[in-house]
C-alpha cells in the first residue's frame, strides 16, 4: 500500500499547478485524504483536508487560491493551486486515512513528497 505524489514544480508567482496523489495497494477503503507541506526551518503544516464525503477544511493561508478534491473511483486526491505565492515554496505531502488488512483497520499514510517553488 503506498501513497504516489505528483505534479510539484517550479512557477513564477501567480501562476497555477496540480498536484495529484494516489493511493495504491490493496485497500478497503479511504477516509479523509489531505495534503501538508513543509518549508526549509518550518514543521509541516496543514494545507486542506478531504473526507470521503466531500467536506472540505483549509488552512487560512490558502482559503480562495487552492481547492482540493478527490475521485473515489481513482483513489486519488488533488490540489489545485492558483494564485501562487513564494511563501507557499515547500515540500508538499500526501496524506491518506487507509483501511487495509485482514481485519480492515485504518491507519495513516504519507505520500512521498514533491516541490513546489514559487518564484517572485
Known amino acids: 500500500v503506498q501513497l504516489q505524489a505528483s505534479g510539484g514544480g517550479l512557477v513564477q508567482a501567480g501562476g497555477s499547478l496540480r498536484l495529484s496523489c494516489a493511493a495504491s495497494?490493496?485497500?478497503?477503503?479511504?477516509?479523509?485524504m489531505g495534503w501538508y507541506r513543509q518549508a526549509p526551518g518550518n514543521q509541516r503544516e496543514l494545507v486542506a483536508t478531504?473526507?470521503?464525503?466531500?467536506?472540505?477544511n483549509y488552512a487560512d493561508s490558502v482559503k480562495d487560491r487552492f481547492t482540493i478534491s478527490r475521485d473515489n473511483a481513482k483513489n486519488t486526491v488533488y490540489l489545485q493551486m492558483d494564485s501562487l505565492k513564494p511563501e507557499d515554496t515547500a515540500v508538499y505531502f500526501c496524506n491518506a486515512a487507509l483501511q487495509v488488512g485482514v481485519f480492515r483497520h485504518v491507519f495513516d499514510y504519507w505520500g512521498q513528497g514533491t516541490q513546489v517553488t514559487v518564484s517572485s
Open positions: 495497494g490493496s485497500i478497503f477503503n479511504i477516509n479523509a
Open positions: 478531504i473526507t470521503s464525503g466531500g467536506s472540505t
